[in-house]
């Protein structure tokens, strides 16, 4: 079974562009996460989409938002990027259910270098 | 209190040797504690995870030790290999908080041939 596929793996913007970042889910895995993971805030959660629902939401400004299209794919965008957004964006998937039990798998990343 | 606090920052381990990690938490609502492995240039992967109805969880070289009244749990990595050289990171969640974990700030393990 594939992993999770996220594309492109890196980018480059300047201050104040906006971006979109896309996340292919395991096949059969319904639910798709967001994590941004940098050297001084580790990793932290951005936002959980299932059945094309955002079903939970961290602590980020409205600039961070995202979707999960009918085949469970999901997309992120960042508008007005600030330098501040440059991190690793992790994608992650997992079968369904609310439970954090239910193992997540996580793809490799896109890393986004904001100047 | 989200937060889940985690030591060392960095551990440097000989081959064959004992590695462990220690993480901290406030939250009780927290039900669930996974650890995740992470190599350069690769997202992070489960290791190994517990629930606190158990004290402790084995499996092969790595075990993690839960203690609930002290609200910590730690990560063992028995006779350390090279190859588990990574950086580590606890996380803890609820049993209804989806995808949401909580992540301490990570171990960079480096284990000496």
């Avoid at chain 2, 499996?59 to 990595?77: D, V, Y």
Wanted: net charge positive; hydrophobic share 30%; aromatic share 12%.
């Amino acid at each position: 079974k594939a992993g999770v596929t996220q594309t492109p793996r890196y980018l480059i913007k300047t201050r104040g562009q906006q971006v979109t970042l896309s996340c292919s889910p395991i096949s059969g895995h319904r639910s798709v996460s967001w994590y941004q993971q940098t050297p001084g805030q580790g990793l932290q959660f951005l936002f959980e989409y299932f059945s094309e629902t955002q079903r939970n939401k961290g602590n980020f400004p409205g600039r961070f938002s995202g979707r999960q299209f009918s085949n469970s794919r999901s997309e992120m965008n960042v508008s007005t990027l600030e330098l501040g957004d440059s991190a690793l964006y992790l994608c992650a998937s997992r079968v369904a259910g609310t439970s954090s039990y239910n193992e997540q798998f996580f793809g490799p990343g896109t890393r986004l270098t904001v100047l | 209190q989200q937060q889940v606090k985690q030591s060392p920052q960095s551990l440097i381990v000989q081959k064959g040797g004992i590695s462990i990690i220690n993480c901290a938490y406030e939250n009780t609502a927290f039900d669930y504690f996974p650890w995740y492995q992470q190599f350069p240039g690769k997202g992070p992967a489960l290791l190994i995870a517990i629930r606190p109805d158990v004290s402790e969880k084995k499996e092969g070289r790595f075990t993690i030790s839960f203690n609930k009244s002290a609200k910590q749990f730690s990560l063992h990595i028995m006779d350390s290999q090279p190859g588990d050289s990574a950086t580590y990171f606890c996380a803890a969640g609820t049993e209804t908080s989806g995808s949401r974990l909580t992540f301490g700030e990570g171990t960079q393990l480096t284990v000496n041939p």
